[in-house]
């Protein structure tokens, strides 16, 4: 008799448990501040921030840029941002792997496509900064190059 209340407790145990487990992995997946987030690389032009590609500006202090890479260029409209605010890039790929490199910065993100890539970044002098990628990615690869205007 006592066999059986103690399997019945190991079998609701171990529904807890799984229960349990399940219940965290899903929230980890569909927490939005966890990490890399993910994106359908289909659905880039539907899916906030990159359904208004550019600057916006959050606050007084920040700034964000959303640009999507692909196979010859950066989608992004004409960048200009102010210098000493804190400037957040949110880039993805379309395609394969990229980056988003800024000449003479310590931005360097690599950019894969159904992730979202995050970095902060304040610029300190004003002036036009080179992006371009620096990843190997195909014939598209030397065309992939544009600027952005500090101010
Ligand atoms: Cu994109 Cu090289």
Not at 73 to 79: H, I, Q, S
Not at 89 to 97: G, I
Not at 106 to 131: C, D, H, S, W
């Amino acid at each position: 008799k006592f066999e059986k209340i103690w399997l019945i407790f190991g079998i609701i145990s171990l529904i807890v448990f799984l229960s349990i487990v399940g219940v965290t992995a899903f929230s980890h997946d569909h927490h939005p501040s966890g990490g890399m987030d993910t994106i359908d690389p289909e659905k880039i032009e539907q899916t906030a921030p990159f359904d208004n590609p550019g600057v916006t500006q959050i606050d007084d202090d920040t700034y964000q840029v959303a640009i999507v890479a692909m196979a010859f260029g950066y989608t992004a409209p004409e960048l200009r941002v102010p210098a000493g605010k804190e400037i957040i890039f949110k880039v993805t790929s379309k395609d394969v792997v990229h980056s988003f490199t800024i000449d003479d910065t310590k931005v360097n993100m690599m950019v894969v496509p159904g992730q979202i890539t995050t970095r902060a970044y304040t610029f300190e002098k004003p002036g036009k900064y080179l992006i371009l990628c620096n990843e190997y990615c195909g014939t598209g690869h030397h065309f992939m190059f544009t600027e952005i205007e500090v101010y």
